[in-house]
């Protein structure tokens, strides 16, 4: 009874790679062996229970496959095993082996074989796509609590900001250009501690940067969501005109990853001077197809974040910044974003770094000062591609 197992294991391989992929780039998305343990654990459950109702031979079957069939040779030793499932999917030449080895079984045998197979295949992906359906806000969303020392360092600038229901926090972080009237929005990333941004907010020629925690993000209470983040980052927008009397002529909004989705709607649907995108995203609807092709993702996904749509109706000089080597958010969505956009662009690709190094590109910094200095003149915006 080991292959329903490996069954459940073989289903979820093709999403772990892309989940990998994330932690290897220090942005944890899920973990891996959490993903594991609760597909194994439930889809198998419901494979050996539907096997156990019917007068399927299991048994039969895996031993035919594993010990008296061609097949045996190809076994491999390892935590995941090699069985009848495995080499049906796992393998390219596995359908042309599982038939000749079914040539072996009687027709009646081998038709209620592949019915069968056929029919737990359908469930399972069913299943599946319930499973990502209602655990999605865990694969999307990663918050994480503010550094005890940030959170220490900065207690004395720290605001809150009513949206909603809810009340954010935040903190305003004087810039490197005191005479400047440039106040900048900053929008962070997936798993970003937006503290770290005002820790080098010196570095911009800016007057203040105010960094905020989504709902759920750092001390925020509540939960994220693209309804959630879109009417934080509006009401982030009114507090920095109202209370922080910033002037909308002078007024930057910049996100990063997730966040630059929150700085694209603004630009739209608000009066702002510029916008700075950092590895940015046509949709999440578009990411989320590529890292999990085989699903429905937009019949599933719950938070699209239709960035390309709001870059329509953006008329405003923008900053792309994009990482050649970024895994996460593949460049092709950063450029489809610059492509739509309405107003003046600057689209600068950096090569050798990834979704959470950019920063750390020499010709990175540079590039945000010129634009920001050339805003502040209302010089035109220095092109780059």
């Not at 973990?31 to 007068?55: M, P, Q, T, Y």
């Not at 922080?244 to 603004?266: E, K, Y």
């Amino acid at each position: 009874m080991r292959w329903p197992f490996f069954f459940g294991r073989v289903l979820t391989a093709f999403s772990l790679e892309s989940i990998e992929s994330a932690r290897q780039q220090r942005q944890p998305l899920v973990e891996r062996d959490d993903v594991l343990l609760l597909f194994e654990d439930h889809i198998a459950k419901l494979v050996r229970g539907a096997l156990e109702k019917s007068d399927f031979d299991f048994q039969a079957f895996d031993d035919f496959f594993v010990h008296k069939s061609p097949l045996a040779d190809s076994k491999r030793s390892g935590d995941v095993g090699v069985t009848p499932a495995f080499l049906l999917f796992g393998t390219k030449r596995g359908i042309h082996r599982v038939l000749r080895c079914a040539s072996h079984l009687s027709r009646p045998v081998m038709l209620k074989t592949v019915l069968t197979f056929i029919a737990l295949v359908a469930g399972a992906f069913v299943l599946l796509c319930a499973f990502l359906y209602m655990r999605q806000d865990r694969l999307l969303f990663y918050p994480r609590p503010n550094a005890p020392e940030l959170r220490n360092a900065w207690r004395s600038q720290r605001i809150e900001i009513a949206s909603g229901e809810h009340v954010l926090e935040g903190w305003w972080a004087n810039g490197g250009a005191p005479e400047s009237e440039t106040v900048i929005l900053y929008f962070g990333g997936n798993a970003e501690d937006v503290l770290g941004a005002a820790r080098t907010a010196g570095q911009l020629p800016c007057k203040r940067l105010l960094v905020v925690n989504y709902r759920g993000y750092g001390g925020t209470k509540g939960r994220p969501s693209q309804q959630a983040l879109y009417e934080d980052g509006l009401a982030i927008y009114d507090y920095a005109i109202d209370a922080g009397q910033a002037d909308p002529n002078h007024l930057v909004v910049m996100g990063r990853s997730l966040g630059s989705g929150v700085a694209t709607m603004l630009a739209a649907r608000r009066k702002v001077r510029a916008a700075i995108l950092i590895t940015p995203y046509d949709s999440m609807v578009a990411v989320a197809s590529r890292h999990y092709s085989w699903f429905p993702v937009a019949r599933l996904l719950r938070h699209p974040f239709p960035s390309v749509d709001f870059a329509k109706q953006a008329h405003v000089p923008a900053l792309f910044l994009i990482a050649e080597n970024d895994t996460i958010i593949p460049p092709s969505h950063a450029h489809a974003l610059a492509s739509a956009w309405a107003g003046d662009k600057s689209v600068h690709m950096f090569d050798s770094v990834g979704h959470n190094d950019i920063d750390l590109h020499p010709r990175y910094q540079p590039a945000v000062d010129a634009f920001l200095t050339a805003i502040a003149k209302d010089s035109a915006i220095p092109i780059a591609h």
